[in-house]
């Protein structure tokens, strides 16, 4: 541990105490050593470590003192978490999780929260709409603008379910969906992206599941569930969306390929920055496993359909110029975005943003739990232009991940 002063120390205990009381979680320890002698303020040195003596075990009908070793798995948990919100590192360390210390929820903080939730919200439910009026739904929605990017059905299709409570119409959109063109969905893919949401995320699969299966598509029926359910509002939309515009083209080359790697492949290619990715790149830009992109590219380089290099690691490409004279009259392919790690990094900040204004976390727990959101969810900085992930130690966290959401914003903003 870095040279603490007693003030730093009792911040960074107090940390660890607020995380345990976040995880329902009360564990007693003795301290001994500089560090007790510090937080006492009988001597004002620092410290680079935090002896602990013992743990108190109320097991049994009197509550006594046992050995420390090992720490508890929550204990644990807590330091090697606050270690990380500090930069710190840790080699031994100790807490007492009481109530000594506040956690009450500031008003800034909980404006922070409003803010973040209705920025990020707004640039979402622009996208979504301006996604589903480019598949053919007939939307009059002021927010949503003219796209120049390929739509990513599955990921729009949880994004609209993530923000239906919201914004209820999204449900009549993916429901139109689910009743006229389920069929050029992919299960697979859908339930893979899925995962990655937040934990609701499964009951919403479900809500489409059930729709798609109502409308007579079998496959979607091992996923559907009584009782779950999209709204019955009808939206106006041909019976047989267009397929024919160029933001479509993800669900046109299914149409003509097939629900799978290959139409995917084949839209990656056409469209993606990379213009020779490997079946890696492929793999994790397309949300499939290597070993089925890697056979699937396979199959399409031997019938001639894309080009792989004789050089390892092999790369694939395709000629894009007569690829848009055949889709495009020779016009310029839309470009692809990762809209499906975007838009489930989006569902997690707003429901973090959800939990911070009705539970009043403190500012350092609020700061943790959205730095768990960054290093758990969010894409590389630089890739596709995506900003880099905030920085900053404890609770200084969150002005630089408020900046870094406004960033995200944005980039929803000029992608979509």
């Known amino acids: 541990m870095a040279d603490l002063h007693p003030h730093q120390l009792e911040q960074r205990l107090a940390a660890v105490g607020e995380q345990l009381s976040a995880a329902h979680e009360e564990i007693a320890i003795v301290i001994v050593g500089g560090a007790a002698l510090g937080l006492r303020r009988l001597v004002t040195r620092t410290t680079t470590d935090v002896d602990v003596y013992a743990r108190l075990d109320e097991v049994g009908p009197t509550p006594h003192l046992v050995s420390a070793r090992p720490l508890p798995e929550p204990l644990a948990r807590a330091v090697a978490k606050v270690a990380r919100d500090f930069d710190m590192p ?58 120049t990017s390929v739509v990513d059905l599955e990921a729009l299709i949880l994004m609209s379910l993530a923000l239906q409570p919201v914004e209820h119409r999204l449900g009549d959109a993916v429901a139109w969906w689910a009743g006229t063109t389920a069929r050029l969905v992919s299960v697979q893919r859908l339930r893979t992206l899925a995962r990655r949401g937040p934990e609701r995320t499964a009951s919403q699969l479900a809500q489409f599941a059930s729709a798609a299966a109502a409308a007579g598509d079998a ?83 031997a019938a001639g359909l894309i080009d792989g290099s004789a050089a390892r690691p092999r790369r694939y490409s395709v000629r894009r110029a007569s690829w848009a004279g055949v889709l495009l009259d020779g016009e310029e392919f839309l470009a692809w975005r990762p809209f499906s790690h975007v838009f489930a990094l989006v569902a997690h900040i707003l429901e973090s943003s959800e ?25 590389a900085g630089g890739a596709d232009e995506l900003p880099p992930r905030p920085k900053g130690l404890g609770e200084d966290y969150l002005p630089a991940f408020e900046g870094y959401v406004g960033q995200l914003a944005e980039w929803l903003q000029r992608n979509v």
């Open 355 to 379: 939990r911070d204004v009705e539970g009043k976390r403190s500012d350092y727990l609020r700061a943790s739990a959205a730095r768990d959101v960054i290093e758990t969810h969010a894409p």
């Open 219 to 301: 496959r979607w029926k091992a996923l559907a569930k009584s009782g779950q359910s999209l709204p019955t509002r009808k939206l106006k939309g041909p019976e047989q969306p267009p397929l024919l515009e160029p933001a479509a083209l993800m669900p046109r080359l299914r149409a003509a390929f097939g629900v799978g790697a290959k139409a995917d492949i084949l839209l990656y290619l056409l469209t993606a920055a990379r213009r020779d990715p490997t079946a890696g790149e492929l793999a994790v830009g397309l949300d499939y496993t290597a070993r089925a992109v890697r056979t699937a590219a396979e199959d399409m380089a």
């Open 90 to 147: 840790v080699d031994r360390t100790s807490v007492r999780a009481s109530r000594l210390f506040s956690m009450e929820s500031s008003p800034m903080s909980a404006k922070h929260a409003i803010a973040v939730d209705r920025r990020l919200r707004d640039a979402a439910l622009a996208a979504c709409w301006g996604q589903w009026r480019a598949l053919g739904a007939s939307l009059s929605d002021a927010h949503a603008g003219d796209v």
